[in-house]
């Protein structure tokens, strides 16, 4: 059989003819007529006015950052339950992340903990530079309730929805939900360039400044002109060319990772021990992956030893993202909270959910997860 992996990309013939486009014109530079096009049509999806197109969903995070104001000595309200990605960036500008607990009903930044902690930090005489909400797993987070402690406190909110595109909250599409979204276009997402990113926003002028620092802060000049730190964070038109043809059938891609979904429910869910990622009442999570709880106390087995049991059949799946906070690099960052998401590292498990499985390769992961139960 054929090895099953995690989340591979998903291509089709419209990627290939705009490619060919993309080389016939000879624009294969980190700017063209795709970059602008992919920019158009990604702010169209995402609801908002602008899009600059990145090297990566890490290089929009760092530029969010900057555009937030975000220094050195600030500190940034971040999910403990994250990719590392999210918490690297407050760092790279200088800055220390505060680490917040997750809800348990979904599983992305509590609301409650936000508030409490920058109710905190402004009796200490401090206040949180900006506060980055991750839409995990293709989920958006509680973005009512973030926003109004954002602006009780004088924060800027930031959107991770790297793993999110094509999610929504309360209708609103997920990327336009604070002052600015960041996409990644990693080879594993919903999407993909291959490698790129995007940072989205209403702000056109903060857009045109992204812009400006991810082609190395060049000035306008014959000669090159700088004045102050920029960086390589441009998309390719090549990659550009790639990431429209993906961007066509977004919804095509969001239809069948929640067919997915709702396939491994029917497969697994009378299993004693096993639960499901919660989808929240306010939105629509893109089920980017599906993931499970595995209680070992009643199934009788651990994620640890379903993960085995799968790899021993060339089927590929991983623990939840380990929280910042037990991460020997973050290991002296104090935490607001974080059982819940201990606990969800602990239980967590992400199966096989490429759009582009058949009903047997689900049922074949199915038929292995449950002769793991003893």
Not at 30 to 54: I, K, M, N, T, Y
Not at 343 to 352: A, H, K, N, Q
């Amino acid at each position: 059989m054929s090895r099953i992996y995690l989340s591979p990309p998903h291509l089709s013939s419209r990627e290939r003819e705009l490619l060919e486009d993309a080389l016939a014109s000879n624009w294969v530079a980190p700017v063209g007529p795709h970059v602008d096009a992919f920019e158009r049509e990604l702010a169209q999806v995402a609801g908002v006015a602008q899009a600059a197109a990145l090297s990566s969903g890490t290089a929009g995070l760092h530029l969010a950052l900057q555009l937030a104001g975000v220094t050195e000595g600030d500190v940034v309200l971040c999910p403990t339950l994250t990719f590392v990605a999210s918490a690297n960036t407050i760092v790279y500008c200088g800055a220390e992340p505060l680490f917040v607990d997750c809800d348990r009903s979904s599983w992305t930044i509590d609301p409650g903990l936000v508030e409490e902690a920058l109710a905190e930090l402004a009796a200490g005489g401090r206040s949180a530079k900006a506060v980055m909400a991750v839409d995990l797993y293709g989920q958006c987070a509680d973005y009512d309730r973030l926003a109004a402690a954002c602006d009780e406190h004088g924060a800027v909110l930031i959107q991770d929805a790297a793993e999110a595109l094509g999610a929504s909250y309360r209708g609103r599409p997920a990327g336009s939900l604070g002052r600015f979204g960041v996409f990644s276009f990693n080879g594993n997402k919903i999407i993909t360039t291959s490698g790129g990113g995007a940072l989205v926003s209403d702000d056109a002028e903060a857009v045109a400044r992204a812009r400006f620092l991810a082609g190395q802060a060049r000035e306008k000049a014959l000669h090159y002109e700088h004045r102050e730190v920029g960086y390589n964070y441009r998309l390719s038109n090549l990659l550009a060319a790639v990431g429209r043809g993906q961007l066509a059938v977004l919804q095509e891609r969001v239809a069948a990772r929640r067919r997915n979904f709702d396939t491994y429910v029917e497969l697994l869910a009378d299993l004693p021990g096993v639960g499901f990622m919660p989808e929240a009442a306010y939105g629509t999570s893109n089920r980017w992956l599906t993931c499970v709880l595995v209680d070992r106390a009643v199934f009788g087995a651990t994620p640890g030893e379903v993960c085995a049991a799968l790899a021993a059949e060339d089927v590929e799946a991983r623990p939840l993202w380990k929280p910042m906070h037990l991460q020997p690099l973050y290991s002296s960052s104090r935490p607001f909270g974080g059982t819940v998401a201990e606990g969800l590292f602990r239980d967590g498990l992400c199966l096989p959910s490429g759009s582009s499985l058949a009903p047997a390769d689900l049922e074949r992961i199915a038929a292995i997860v449950r002769r793991c139960r003893r």
